[in-house]
Nanobody, 120 residues
């Protein structure tokens, strides 16, 4: 069994910061990509940022320069440092990981989601 557990969401004023964490656990052989997506009410889930095991990153244009994704490969953990938060960043943030588990092909796993609310 593989699972992703997120933490770090909450309520913050515009201009503030939050840090999200996501730890993967279980029968993990390797994790090719870890990252974050978000979904606001009435919208589709959208990419926020991803980071590969070799350090390549990809950011949504809307968060470039404000958000930073980092990863601890040894701990199977990914972080999202969110600075200069805006009300439009309000959403449920989901952790994502492309994981090769022992005895299984690579599969996409999702966390349960953590709410981020930015007040104006």
């Amino acid at each position: 069994q593989v699972q992703l557990v997120e933490s770090g969401g909450g309520l913050v004023q515009a201009g503030g910061s939050l840090r999200l964490s996501c730890a993967a656990s279980g029968s993990i052989r390797s994790i090719r990509v870890m990252g974050w997506y978000r979904q606001a009410p009435g919208t589709q889930r959208e990419l926020v940022a991803t980071r590969t095991s070799t350090g390549s990153t990809n950011y949504a244009d809307s968060v470039k320069g404000r958000f930073t994704i980092s990863r601890d490969n040894a701990a199977n953990t990914v972080y999202l440092q969110m600075n200069s938060l805006k009300p439009e960043d309000t959403a449920v943030y989901y952790c994502y990981a492309a994981i090769l588990a022992w005895g299984r092909p690579e599969w996409a796993y999702w966390g349960q989601g953590t709410q981020v609310t930015v007040s104006s």
